[in-house]
Nanobody, 122 residues
Framework: QVQLVESGGGLVQAGGSLRLSCAASGRAFSWSGVGWFRQASGEREFVAAI???????VYADSVKGRFTISRDNAKNTVYLQMNSLKPEDTAVYYC????????????????WGQGTQVTVSS
């Protein structure tokens, strides 16, 4: 069993930065793939994901070059550094833990956090 808690969301002006954290409890986290998704309206959208070792990372085209995902397994935490934020990045951001393949699809994940709101003003 893995429990996930996101933090670091907030209100920021366009062009600003935020760093989201996903803190996990449960031993399985260290060998789980972890992804970040966001939902503004409608379907949950893939943002970024990292496999258990950090050797495989994928980003959505919309955030490539602006967002960076990383993990510290000693701290059971995954981070999402978000730079050059745009108003269209406004959403609730969720982290999820699960498989180490198919990281861009929600069905690869077994555990989800409650989400943290990110609002980017223009």
């Amino acid at each position: 069993q893995v429990q996930l808690v996101e933090s670091g969301g907030g209100l920021v002006q366009a062009g600003g930065s935020l760093r989201l954290s996903c803190a996990a409890s449960g031993r399985a986290f260290s060998w789980s793939g972890v992804g970040w998704f966001r939902q503004a309206s409608g379907e949950r959208e893939f943002v970024a994901a990292i496999n258990w070792s950090g050797s495989s990372i994928v980003y959505a085209d919309s955030v490539k070059g602006r967002f960076t995902i990383s993990r510290d397994n000693a701290k059971n935490t995954v981070y999402l550094q978000m730079n050059s934020l745009k108003p269209e990045d406004t959403a609730v951001y969720y982290c999820a833990a699960g498989e180490n393949k198919g990281l861009q699809t929600p069905r690869a994940y077994h555990y989800w956090g409650q989400g943290t709101q990110v609002t980017v003003s223009s």
